[in-house]
């Protein structure tokens, strides 16, 4: 069973930087795609950001332009760094990566912004 693992979260002031990242305990399972989503008590868990194997990204129309995500095939990493942080931006942070019809999901990490 792949398990991923993610760190980097926190706490910072808006307009405020952090970089989460998140690893996968295989390194040698190769996954279709990586990606970023994220939660609020009483919300559906939405998407961040997704990076595909060739390299290809989809963001969440409220991250454009703050966030980036970024992946280390080799190395089974994916990274989201975020930039011009909102208090809005706050939520736990999941990481999921897809391998054909399997997701697997991180246990999140908490991400909060101080107005």
């Known amino acids: 069973q792949v398990q991923l693992v993610e760190s980097g979260g926190g706490f910072v002031q808006t307009g405020g930087s952090l970089r989460l990242s998140c690893a996968a305990s295989?390194?040698?399972?190769?996954?279709?795609?990586m990606g970023w989503h994220r939660q609020v008590p009483g919300k559906q868990r939405e998407l961040v950001a997704r990076i595909f194997g060739v390299g290809v990204t989809v963001y969440g129309d409220s991250v454009k332009g703050r966030f980036t995500i970024s992946r280390d095939n080799a190395k089974n990493t994916v990274n989201l760094q975020m930039n011009s942080l909102r208090p809005e931006d706050t939520a736990v942070y999941y990481c999921e990566a897809e391998r054909g019809v399997v997701n697997y999901w991180g246990q999140g990490t908490q991400v909060t912004v101080s107005s």
């Open positions: 295989d390194s040698s399972v190769r996954f279709n795609a």
